[in-house]
């Protein structure tokens, strides 16, 4: 009898990979990083009303950033310009359902992560048309600087000295 279970958990177990791959939605993707953040963002082109990532319904124009909506994310005016800003550039404001991932660092780095990864996900998209306009603004050049690691033998912080003794 233990036979007979075993080859019916392998039948279940087929079916269900199956069912995965009939949902899968075309994409492009990138990554964006800014100091210790990196974003992975997809682009989603939705040929039908919605599609679901991660049991949530999306639509194009929609954000989505660690299963969250993106107003809840990066809650403001201010961010909200920022991360619509490449969409706005290359005239694609609601033509893609957006997801990303995004973790490490603080909040501001995470959001020039996610504008970075976005605007490299539309260079995939089409890199003759939209890669003059982003790299003219810079959304494609990755700001590389980094906090300074801390050196052994000194003071607390990355450039502080030891304080030499006077008498």
Known sequence: MPKKIKQESIKIKNIEKEKKTEDKAQYY????????????????????????????IVKNGDFIVNY?????????????????EP?????????????????????SGQLIAFVHGVSRALVEVDKEKFRPILKKKGFLTRD??????????FAQKARAKKQSPKR
Request: hydrophobic share 35%; glycine share 10%.
């Open 144 to 153: 590389s600087r980094k906090k300074q690691r801390h050196m052994a033998g």
């Open 87 to 107: 969409f706005r550039t290359t005239n694609t404001l609601g033509r893609f359902a957006v997801s990303a991932l995004i973790s490490g660092g603080g909040l």
């Open 29 to 56: 993707e990138a990554v964006g990083r800014r100091k210790r953040s990196t974003a992975r963002v997809r682009l989603y082109v939705v040929t039908g009303d919605t599609i679901t990532i991660k049991d949530k």
């Open 68 to 84: 969250r909506a993106i107003e809840q994310y990066f809650p403001g005016e201010i961010y909200k310009k920022s991360y619509l």
